[in-house]
């Protein structure tokens, strides 16, 4: 999905920069209020550069973009916004590379405990902590897309959610991450060893990399490092969650998860989509029709002035 929009914006003259750190939001304060003329961003090199712009699209978690990206005196939603707020679960990841196969398991296997409020208390209760045991999901996409993994063998992802707690710790490459975050992951091996005929799995294991947390929080700036934004509640749904417009800067929009109309991917298409909606001033409440036309390689092409 990723490539394909990426193919979309280099046929439309978009130029993409990857491995740079977005540093600051530009911004002018000659009117009423403040409006976009830029980002300032750090390259691979450490070259800073000032793209301008007259509008700016952070698809960035909206706690780091608003808090950090921005002067107070520019934030529609500051600290003391977030503080009111409930964060979804984080997640300890661990990513399988496994000799032989592992038929118990289908391509999406959850494994669910059997005290489900004790599980959830732990998440999001009084006293967080990591759930013991813990549900978790397992997907095993190599029971469906045999290019994952060499003839014979598995690749098996697991997700365990966690309390949004950066303190859980870093995974790392074959079990070198932080204690709390191997042992979760450790749990749900040893769960899906118990399945019959699967025997001992930790010992098929040949590769294994682990994320927690902190790794969410320093390589994706998530808010309090949880995995998926602010939590789904009832205050924190549809159009109360976060705004795609800023209402304190002209010309900044926000995509992503953390904003309209929530997490997962269809969901984030859709915020990107409101944002459009947003630029051309369009108010209808269905899809937006698809472009015209076609270059050679296949990419959308938007009409001029879009």
């Not at 911004?27 to 009423?32: E, Q």
């Not at 070259?47 to 700016?56: G, K, L, M, S, T």
């Not at 950066?166 to 991450?177: F, K």
């Not at 969650?241 to 995509?255: D, K, M, T």
């Given at each position: 999905?990723?490539?394909?929009?990426?193919?979309?914006?280099?046929?439309?003259?978009?130029?993409?920069?990857?491995?740079?750190?977005?540093?600051?939001?530009?911004?002018?304060?000659?009117?009423?209020?403040?409006?976009?003329?830029?980002?300032?961003?750090?390259?691979?090199?450490?070259?800073?550069?000032?793209?301008?712009?007259?509008?700016?699209?952070?698809?960035?978690?909206?706690?780091?973009?608003?808090?950090?990206?921005?002067?107070?005196?520019?934030?529609?939603?500051?600290?003391?916004?977030?503080?009111?707020?409930?964060?979804?679960?984080?997640?300890?990841?661990?990513?399988?590379?496994?000799?032989?196969?592992?038929?118990?398991?289908?391509?999406?296997?959850?494994?669910?405990?059997?005290?489900?409020?004790t599980n959830f208390d732990a998440i999001f209760g009084s006293d967080p902590r990591v759930?013991?045991?813990?549900?978790?999901?397992?997907?095993?996409?190599?029971?469906?897309?045999?290019?994952?993994?060499?003839?014979?063998?598995?690749?098996?992802?697991?997700?365990?959610?966690?309390?949004?707690?950066?303190?859980?710790?870093?995974?790392?490459?074959?079990?070198?991450?932080?204690?709390?975050?191997?042992?979760?992951?450790?749990?749900?091996?040893?769960?899906?060893?118990?399945?019959?005929?699967?025997?001992?799995?930790?010992?098929?294991?040949?590769?294994?990399?682990?994320?927690?947390?902190?790794?969410?929080?320093?390589?994706?700036?998530?808010?309090?490092?949880?995995?998926?934004?602010?939590?789904?509640?009832?205050?924190?749904?549809?159009?109360?969650?976060?705004?795609?417009?800023?209402?304190?800067?002209?010309?900044?929009?926000?995509?992503?998860?953390?904003?309209?109309?929530?997490?997962?991917?269809?969901?984030?298409?859709?915020?990107?989509?409101?944002?459009?909606?947003?630029?051309?001033?369009?108010?209808?409440?269905?899809?937006?029709?698809?472009?015209?036309?076609?270059?050679?390689?296949?990419?959308?092409?938007?009409?001029?002035?879009?």
């Amino acid at each position: 999905m990723i490539e394909r929009i990426a193919a979309i914006a280099v046929g439309a003259g978009v130029e993409i920069v990857t491995g740079a750190r977005v540093e600051a939001i530009e911004l002018s304060w000659d009117g009423p209020r403040p409006a976009v003329r830029g980002a300032r961003f750090r390259t691979s090199d450490g070259r800073e550069v000032v793209a301008p712009a007259h509008r700016v699209v952070s698809a960035a978690d909206l706690h780091h973009t608003e808090t950090q990206l921005l002067p107070v005196a520019a934030q529609t939603y500051p600290e003391s916004w977030w503080r009111r707020r409930t964060s979804g679960p984080g997640a300890v990841l661990a990513m399988l590379g496994i000799r032989g196969r592992v038929p118990e398991l289908a391509h999406h296997t959850l494994f669910f405990t059997e005290d489900w409020r004790t599980n959830f208390d732990a998440i999001f209760g009084s006293d967080p902590r990591v759930p013991d045991p813990a549900s978790f999901y397992a997907c095993m996409p190599s029971a469906t897309d045999a290019t994952v993994a060499p003839p014979g063998d598995t690749n098996l992802f697991l997700l365990v959610p966690v309390p949004a707690d950066p303190s859980i710790g870093r995974g790392g490459e074959g079990g070198s991450g932080d204690r709390l975050v191997e042992e979760t992951a450790d749990a749900a091996i040893r769960r899906i060893s118990r399945l019959p005929g699967v025997g001992d799995l930790s010992e098929r294991i040949v590769v294994r990399r682990t994320v927690g947390p902190a790794d969410f929080e320093e390589g994706l700036n998530s808010w309090r490092g949880g995995a998926l934004g602010p939590a789904h509640t009832l205050r924190q749904s549809a159009f109360l969650r976060g705004s795609n417009r800023s209402r304190r800067v002209e010309g900044l929009y926000y995509a992503g998860g953390s904003t309209t109309p929530g997490i997962g991917l269809p969901m984030c298409l859709i915020s990107a989509e409101n944002v459009l909606k947003r630029v051309r001033g369009d108010r209808s409440t269905g899809p937006i029709a698809e472009p015209d036309g076609a270059d050679a390689a296949g990419a959308r092409q938007w009409p001029a002035g879009r």
